[in-house]
């Protein structure tokens, strides 16, 4: 195990709820990713963090934002659920570039 | 013109047989190029990475990069029902990785 979860794994809400999902890892990784995946688009860069408090906006980083306080948490906020926001969404850990995802939450908004 | 481009399949080879996947990307100052494979309902693994032109080999693995036709494919040899998967290319860009949409690889018995 690579020692990242990802919590919840699955959750179904409805358009314009606040929703967070978080990541959490044990490997003291100084990267932390956000990706979303959906069919026809492979992983898309939401947003990442390259230390405490240290974040950047990926590909499709409108209407998420996100915030690391410690080095093992990195959460991902969607401020107000749209229906295009339903997918599956996958945390990564590593160096430069992802080396260990999450199991991933599948997250479905009505 | 998508950043990374890979044909989405599904490719189907016969078991033993190899296969090749291929991916070419957009920005021709990339530097560093990925491979992950994904099983079904499963998350992405990290499966190959090469800097520089020519081949690299692991196990029943070879990446190949040609910088000047802005190509990286992955060839499976002995190709194995174990092997289909979804493999996705991933290309650096700045400092995050782009990933193609993925091709679908079934490897018949």
């Known amino acids: 195990d690579a020692g990242i979860t990802q919590s919840p794994r699955h959750k179904v809400t409805e358009t314009g709820t606040p929703v967070t999902l978080r990541c959490h890892q044990t490997?003291?990784?100084?990267?932390m990713y956000w990706y979303r995946q959906d069919p026809g688009h492979g992983l898309r860069l939401i947003h990442y963090?390259?230390?405490?408090?240290?974040?950047d906006k990926g590909e499709v980083s409108d209407g998420y934002s996100v915030s690391r306080s410690k080095t093992e948490d990195f959460l991902l906020t969607l401020e107000s659920a749209t229906s295009s926001q339903t997918s599956v969404y996958f945390c990564?850990?590593?160096?430069?570039?992802?080396?260990?995802f999450g199991d991933g939450t599948r997250l479905s908004i009505l | 013109q998508k950043e990374v481009e890979q044909n989405s399949g599904p490719l189907s080879v016969p078991e033993g047989a190899i296969a090749s996947l291929n991916c070419t990307y957009s920005d021709r100052g990339s530097q560093s190029f990925f491979w992950y494979r994904q099983y079904s309902g499963k998350s992405p693994e990290l499966i190959m990475f090469?800097?520089?032109?020519g081949d690299k080999e692991d196990g029943r693995f070879t990446a190949q990069l040609n910088k000047a036709s802005q190509y990286v494919s992955l060839l499976i040899r002995d190709s194995q029902p174990s092997d289909s998967a979804t493999y996705l290319c991933?290309?650096?860009?700045?400092?995050?990785?782009?990933f193609g949409q993925g091709t679908e690889l079934s490897v018949k018995p």
């Open positions: 490997e003291n990784h100084r990267y």
């Open positions: 990564a850990i590593g160096g430069d570039q992802p080396q260990h």
């Open positions: 090469i800097y520089s032109n």
């Open positions: 963090s390259y230390g405490v408090k240290d974040t």
């Open positions: 991933a290309v650096r860009k700045g400092g995050k990785l782009i």
